[in-house]
């Protein structure tokens, strides 16, 4: 009796597929039926569970309350599946299953799908997803197996895995240092034209500077402006190699500049607050071959990072 009334295992991958595509059409598409067997088989879920778990329209459906619970169950119980079989293989060595990846755009884009290219390399097995994002998704939601992001994250129930040190600089062109000077201490930067950049959580138009040296230097928090602003870091460093102003950036961003001369560092003598890069799962997927292995795989190549700068 109770076995008719239970969730059947083979139903949350279902599901799962369901939610993802957004509509039942859709849903039909990628699991190779039609889309009445898909409203059926959705239909018969619903009357053996008693609730509705997903409001249907037209257009696209939404799910309801029940169904968002089942959606996130659904994922870590397969999450956990994978998990399992990964262990009971692991002699093995051939991680498989899913891996979704979370990044910001632009280190995304520059040095996390690389190493991910070589990943699926070796590990051909594995199906990765690269999702880039402006702002780093919120912890609890379970949308992603890891997430590289900068700073270390406060919840101590996450894994953070520092991958790399990653330093603030400011930067200009030589072009524009010759036409407008070179700052001496951040109290002239205001005088300068600043490249804005619009980003997470930063507090827009103040650079905190510390000095160097001294183990109790007080931190400036200087307000700078500029006429150039943008939300994404690869044009404002593309307009400081142009000459319009002075920009802050992530060190793994302007380093191959820098080395060319075709930017300069502008007061090297002064530090900004760390901004190290992480690779953060939850401690669950410590027992996940295919996460512990991808996360292993991004430490050793980001290892260089910020070795030879100076």
């Known amino acids: 009796m109770a076995s008719n009334s239970a969730i059947q295992p ?3 991958g279902f599901f799962t597929t369901l939610a993802t595509a957004g509509s039942l059409s859709a849903a039909a598409r990628d699991l190779g039926i039609t889309t009445a067997a898909v409203s059926k088989r959705l239909g018969q879920m619903e009357t053996r569970i008693g609730t509705p778990l997903v409001t249907r329209t ?6 309801t309350p029940e169904g968002e619970v089942l959606l996130e169950h659904a994922r870590r119980i397969l999450g956990e599946l994978d998990d399992l079989e990964q262990l009971l293989t692991s002699a093995r060595g051939r991680p498989s299953g899913l891996l979704r990846v979370n990044a910001t755009l632009g280190f995304g884009r520059m040095h996390v799908a690389p190493v991910i290219s070589e990943y ?8 990765v997803q690269l999702q880039l994002s402006a702002d780093p998704p919120p912890l609890s939601e379970d949308a992603f197996d890891v ?4 700073g270390e994250p406060p919840d101590a129930r996450i894994v953070a895995r520092l991958l790399a040190p990653n330093r603030r600089l400011l930067c200009a062109s030589p072009r524009y240092l010759r036409e407008h000077g070179t700052p001496q201490t951040p109290g002239e930067l205001p005088r300068h034209n600043c490249i804005g950049i619009r980003q997470g959580s930063d507090a827009y138009g103040v650079w905190r500077l510390a000095p160097v040296k001294g183990a109790k230097a007080r ?12 939300n994404d870091g690869e044009i404002a460093v593309n307009w400081a190699l142009e000459g319009h102003g002075i920009v802050l950036r992530a060190e793994w961003d302007v380093e191959r500049y820098l080395r060319s001369g075709r930017l300069v560092q502008v007061l090297p003598q002064y530090v900004t607050p760390e901004a190290n890069i992480y690779a953060v799962y939850q401690q669950r997927h410590q027992l996940s071959s295919r996460i512990r292995l991808f996360v292993d795989f991004l430490a050793k190549k980001f290892s260089a990072f910020g070795r030879d700068a100076g």
């Open 147 to 150: 997430c590289v992001r900068f």
């Open 219 to 230: 931190t400036e928090s200087v307000h700078v402006r500029g006429n150039l602003t943008t």
């Open 58 to 63: 037209t257009r696209r459906m939404s799910l």
């Open 10 to 12: 083979s139903e949350l």
């Open 120 to 127: 699926s390399r070796m590990y051909p097995d594995v199906d």
